[in-house]
């Protein structure tokens, strides 16, 4: 079953990543610059992982989508 979902992208406020080894999730506010203690790697194993540029780009975008008026909407398979 696929369910939409529509929220205006200035309403999502934090973007949660989790480590591949050990499944610590990191949250990012969107709304400041993101800031790394330790550069490529999680900074709960210290595992070679490298969220940097994917937060990054994903923040470039939000910054650059949050305040036009484009409507973008998610779609979510629910009941799996």
């Known amino acids: 079953?696929?369910?939409?979902?529509?929220?205006?992208?200035?309403?999502?406020?934090?973007?949660s990543i989790e480590c591949p080894n050990c499944q610590t999730t990191l949250?990012?506010?969107l709304d400041k610059s993101p800031t790394f203690k330790t550069p490529h790697e999680c900074s709960v194993c210290?595992?070679?992982w490298e969220p940097n540029s994917f937060v990054a780009t994903f923040h470039s975008a939000y910054?650059?989508?949050r305040n036009s008026a484009t409507r973008i909407s998610f779609?979510?398979?629910a009941g799996e």
Request: glycine share 0%; no cysteine; aromatic share 4%.
């Open 1 to 15: 079953m696929t369910k939409e979902l529509r929220v205006p992208l200035a309403e999502l406020r934090h973007l």
């Open 75 to 77: 779609r979510i398979r």
């Open 63 to 65: 910054q650059d989508l």
């Open 46 to 48: 210290h595992a070679d």
């Open 27 to 29: 949250t990012f506010d």
